[in-house]
C-alpha cells in the first residue's frame, strides 16, 4: 500500500487532465485531420489558403513581440521595486495586481472607452483644441492606431501576471549574495545582472512560458478594440467555428496555435535552461 500512495494521490489530477484536457485534444486532432467523413489535410490545404490566414498569422507573432518584451521590462522593474519596499510592500503589490482581476473582455472595452469616438481621448484633443472634431482612431483607415490601442491593453491587463511570478522569485533569492558582490565593489546593475538574473532564471522561465502562451491566444482584447479589422489566429478560430460553422479548419487553426505555443516553450526551456537542483 505504501508504494501505491504516490499513485493515488495523483489520480485525481491524471484523471482531471484527461478528462478536460487530453480527451478534447484529441477530438480537435481528429477534426483537423478530417474533412467529409475521411482523414485529410484538406482543412490545413483551406486554412492556410484563406486571405486572412497570413494576415491573423503576421498579427498575432507581432503583438507578441512587442508586447511580451514590454510586460517583462516592467515586470522586472515592478518586481524589483516591491521586493525593495520595507514598508507599503502588500499596498503597492495589491494595486500593481489590480489588472489580474479585470477580464480579457473588460480590460478590452475600458480601453475602447479612451480610443472610441467619443472617448477620452477624442474629448482631450478636442479640448485642448490639436483637432477641431472628434476623428475615428479605431477605424480601418488607422491600423497602427488599433495595434497601439491592442499593445497597450495587453500590457496594462497582463503584465501583473508575470510580476507576481516575479516577486516570488526575488524573495527566493538569499540577500547574502547581492552583499557579497556589493563588497566586491559590483555597482547596482552590475549586482542585478551577474546576481539577481541569473538566479532568478526558473521564476523568468516559468513567466515567460505563461505569457507568450497567452499572447498567442489573444481574443478578447484584439475583438473588443479591433473587431474584423485587426485579425488574429485566436479571432479566426472563433469566427470558422461559430461563424462559419467549419469544425474542421477552425480544428487546423487551433492546432496551429499550438504548434507555434509548443515550439516557443521549447525555445524558452532551452534558453533558460535551469540546472538541475537549481533553487526554484
Known amino acids: 500500500m505504501p508504494r501505491?500512495?504516490?499513485?493515488?494521490?495523483?489520480l485525481p489530477a491524471t484523471a482531471f487532465l484527461c478528462l478536460f484536457f487530453l480527451y478534447p485534444f484529441t477530438l480537435v486532432a481528429i477534426d483537423s485531420v478530417t474533412r467529409d467523413g475521411a482523414y485529410s489535410l484538406e482543412n490545413f490545404r483551406r486554412m492556410a489558403g484563406h486571405w486572412k490566414f497570413g494576415t491573423a498569422f503576421w498579427?498575432?507573432?507581432?503583438?507578441?513581440?512587442v508586447v511580451v518584451p514590454i510586460q517583462l521590462a516592467m515586470a522586472l522593474t515592478m518586481a524589483?521595486?516591491?521586493?525593495?519596499?520595507?514598508r507599503g510592500r502588500s499596498v503597492i503589490l495589491y494595486v500593481f495586481a489590480i489588472p489580474l482581476g479585470i477580464s480579457d473582455l473588460a480590460a478590452g472595452l475600458i480601453w475602447l472607452s479612451v480610443f472610441e469616438q467619443s472617448g477620452f481621448l477624442n474629448s482631450l484633443l478636442v479640448g485642448l483644441g490639436i483637432v477641431e472634431a472628434p476623428?475615428?482612431?479605431?477605424?480601418?483607415?488607422n491600423l497602427w492606431v488599433i495595434?497601439?490601442?491592442?499593445?497597450?491593453?495587453?500590457?496594462w491587463r497582463a503584465t501583473a501576471i508575470m510580476m507576481v511570478i516575479l516577486v516570488?522569485?526575488?524573495g527566493l533569492i538569499p540577500k547574502e549574495y547581492g552583499e557579497a558582490a556589493e563588497v566586491f565593489g559590483a555597482t547596482r546593475?552590475?549586482?542585478?545582472?551577474r546576481v539577481t538574473l541569473p538566479m532568478l532564471r526558473?521564476?523568468?522561465?516559468?513567466?515567460?512560458?505563461l505569457r507568450v502562451i497567452l499572447a498567442f491566444e489573444v481574443f478578447a482584447v484584439v475583438v473588443a478594440l479591433g473587431g474584423t479589422q485587426f485579425p488574429v489566429l485566436m479571432s479566426e478560430t472563433y469566427h470558422w467555428q461559430f461563424a462559419m460553422q467549419d469544425r474542421g479548419i477552425a480544428a487546423a487553426f487551433a492546432m496551429v496555435i499550438l504548434g507555434i505555443s509548443v515550439a516557443f516553450t521549447v525555445l524558452i526551456l532551452r534558453l533558460l535552461h535551469v540546472p538541475k537542483g537549481a533553487r526554484i
Open 4 to 10: 501505491m500512495l504516490p499513485y493515488l494521490l495523483l
Open 59 to 65: 498579427n498575432t507573432m507581432l503583438l507578441a513581440a
Open 80 to 86: 524589483s521595486i516591491v521586493a525593495k519596499l520595507q
Open 135 to 141: 476623428i475615428l482612431l479605431l477605424g480601418y483607415q
Open 147 to 155: 495595434f497601439i490601442a491592442i499593445v497597450l491593453a495587453e500590457v
Open 168 to 170: 516570488a522569485g526575488l
Open 189 to 193: 546593475w552590475q549586482r542585478f545582472v
Open 202 to 209: 526558473p521564476s523568468l522561465q516559468t513567466a515567460l512560458i
